[in-house]
């Protein structure tokens, strides 16, 4: 499941084309349930990039720098040994 919530978001919609409205102030947040599969590779000459997809076919990528990624393993790694997740 796919969960997309638009701050301050307005468009216009003209003969089939969409143009944003108002000030440049918009944020989102996604958020992606019930991941089916995960995937890291690389992404260009200094990133990495996480892929996500569940079973209905929506997919998020994130394109990280290799230290954001080991901070994120080391989180993982300290959650291993605290948390009932992992139990």
Do not use: C, H, W
Not at 12 to 32: F, H, R
């Amino acid at each position: 499941m796919l969960a997309l919530t638009l701050e301050e978001f307005m468009m216009e919609l003209n003969e089939g084309s969409i143009k944003n409205v108002g000030p440049a102030n918009k944020s989102a947040t996604v958020k992606l349930f019930d991941v089916e599969s995960a995937e890291a590779r690389e992404f260009g000459d200094k990133r990495l990039k996480l892929v996500f997809e569940d079973d209905d076919g929506n997919e998020v990528q994130v394109s990280l720098f290799p230290e954001d990624v080991r901070d994120i393993v080391d989180q993982v790694e300290a959650l291993e040994d605290d948390s009932p997740v992992f139990e």
